[in-house]
């Protein structure tokens, strides 16, 4: 009889709370599948969701899995590489990659994800695999201390001296990490959820490929130039053909200055003014992509291809080979816009 996991109090509070953090819509469809009712305030969806939790109609691991299937596609962080050189073959075989798994202890996440909450250390949580995909989720608790001025307080001493109590709110978040090696294109994506300020998603990569380098090395992997994706961009979007608008380009010269463009708001394009675009244009041309902070525009650009009902806000951060998304998406969006990044990065 298979043992389901116990979760305090705290958790089950934490993984209410990250549920509907997420997009009214999002929780609607998910509290529709367990048979509560959608419609109120989040204050009464929340006494519903314990009420079912309480009564047993609903579990902790049931939110956990659906929070796993949609993290990875709201705000996040995203590196891209590119797959070995060698012959991948025995990766897309079924047999070969259980038997390497067991071999070293890992056998009981394929294909059968564990409902992690909070774990103090970062635990894989799930490794799915077929002969097209290799998808493996890690999970990790992380605290910090937040400044929230609402806590402050003011009062003097006994000596009528001033004192002055600057407040900070112990947080505490549910960080996702999620790794997939396409074994057909034999390129990879590493995703990781969103965190706070001061957290370094470096360190975070670096977490993650120590935890599985004993039987997946990092150095099989090699880390896509970013740079390129920013010059292509601009430049498209120079001949009027563009699939984003430009918000801000930085370029960086070979003698190391750096040169930076900026819209008048979100909704106004960079391109558009002659000096300007003169000055954009002969820095493309002399140096390499920085920084680009673009909005991918829906419409007929690709015909046929492109899924996007509304602008996606992106930014290029080639100087860290990083991707930023900054608002939540669905899965068809994220993987669209990832590929067309790849498209101009040869």
């Given amino acids: 009889?298979?043992?389901?996991?116990?979760?305090?109090?705290?958790?089950?509070?934490?993984?209410?709370?990250?549920?509907?953090?997420?997009?009214?819509?999002?929780?609607?469809?998910?509290?529709?599948?367990?048979?509560?009712?959608?419609?109120?305030?989040?204050?009464?969806?929340?006494?519903?969701?314990?009420?079912?939790?309480?009564?047993?109609?609903?579990?902790?691991?049931?939110?956990v899995q659906f929070l796993d299937s949609v993290i990875p596609w709201g705000k996040q962080h995203i590196y891209l590489f590119n797959g070995p050189d060698d012959d991948i073959a025995d990766w897309r075989k079924t047999n070969w990659v259980s038997r390497l798994l067991k071999q070293h202890r890992m056998g009981k996440y394929l294909n059968a994800p564990v409902p992690l909450v909070l774990p103090e250390k970062m635990k894989v949580s799930s490794i799915l695999h077929d002969a097209s995909r290799l998808r493996i989720t890690a999970i990790k608790r992380r605290d910090w201390w937040e400044r929230d001025t609402d806590y402050d307080d003011s009062s003097e001493t006994e000596?009528?001296?001033?004192?002055?109590?600057?407040?900070?709110?112990?947080?505490?978040?549910?960080?996702?990490?999620?790794?997939?090696?396409?074994?057909?294109?034999?390129?990879?994506?590493?995703?990781?959820?969103?965190?706070?300020?001061?957290f370094d998603y470096a360190d975070v990569?670096?977490?993650?490929?120590?935890?599985?380098?004993?039987?997946?090395?990092?150095?099989?992997?090699?880390?896509?130039?970013l740079r390129p994706s920013?010059?292509?961009?601009?430049?498209?979007?120079?001949?009027?053909?563009?699939?984003?608008?430009?918000?801000?380009?930085?370029?960086?010269?070979?003698?190391?200055r750096r040169f930076e463009g900026r819209s008048a708001s979100a909704a106004d394009p960079l391109l558009g003014e002659a000096?300007?675009?003169?000055?954009?244009?002969?820095?493309?041309?002399?140096?390499?992509?920085?920084?680009?902070?673009?909005?991918?525009?829906?419409?007929?650009?690709?015909?046929?291809?492109?899924?996007?009902?509304?602008?996606?806000?992106?930014?290029?951060v080639a100087s860290k080979h990083r991707i930023n998304f900054h608002t939540p998406n669905d899965e068809q969006t994220v993987r669209y816009v990832l590929s067309r990044i790849r498209s101009h990065c040869p």
């Fill in 275 to 316: 000096s300007i675009d003169a000055a954009l244009t002969a820095v493309r041309k002399a140096g390499v992509g920085h920084l680009g902070n673009f909005y991918w525009l829906p419409g007929p650009t690709n015909p046929g291809t492109n899924p996007l009902q509304s602008e996606c806000h992106v930014t290029v």
């Fill in 230 to 256: 920013i010059k292509a961009l601009h430049a498209l979007e120079e001949t009027g053909a563009g699939e984003t608008r430009s918000h801000g380009i930085n370029y960086r010269t070979l003698q190391g």
């Fill in 1 to 63: 009889m298979k043992v389901m996991p116990s979760f305090s109090e705290d958790e089950k509070s934490l993984i209410i709370t990250d549920l509907l953090a997420l997009k009214k819509q999002q929780i609607g469809e998910f509290l529709a599948t367990v048979g509560v009712p959608r419609s109120g305030t989040k204050e009464v969806l929340r006494g519903r969701i314990e009420e079912a939790i309480t009564g047993g109609a609903l579990s902790i691991p049931k939110i």
């Fill in 205 to 225: 990569c670096t977490e993650f490929f120590e935890l599985i380098e004993s039987w997946l090395n990092r150095s099989m992997f090699t880390m896509l130039d």
């Fill in 159 to 198: 000596e009528g001296e001033e004192v002055e109590l600057r407040a900070f709110v112990h947080r505490v978040t549910r960080s996702l990490v999620a790794f997939e090696w396409d074994l057909v294109a034999n390129v990879a994506t590493l995703q990781i959820s969103q965190l706070p300020t001061g």
